[in-house]
């Protein structure tokens, strides 16, 4: 069994605009692992996108598949969560 576990990243990420404009973000999100299949690289950086694309302040051209994260750095240590 794998433990439930939790960490801060910091990334910067890249995307284009519908009018083709290239916007640049910056921000820190959390992944978490929750089972064996997946890393806390990997749930970060989906997390990341799927909160810029969830801020109705942005507009995405191609939705998740047009976001590149370009840096994705730890920010914090591993945290092991207590509950299930």
């Known amino acids: ?25 910056n921000g820190v999100t959390r992944g978490r692992l929750w089972n064996e299949f997946t890393t806390l690289e990997r749930e970060a950086k ?8 969830a801020n109705p302040k942005r507009k995405v051209a191609k939705g998740l598949g047009g976001i590149t994260v370009t840096r994705l750095e730890p ?3 591993i945290e092991y969560c207590p509950y299930g």
Do not use: N
């Not at 989906?46 to 694309?53: D, F, K, N, R």
């Open 1 to 25: 069994m794998i433990k439930r576990q939790t960490q801060l990243f910091s990334y910067s990420a890249e995307y284009y605009t519908p009018s083709g404009k290239k916007v640049y973000v």
């Open 46 to 53: 989906l997390h990341a996108c799927v909160s810029i694309c």
């Open 75 to 77: 920010a914090g240590p």
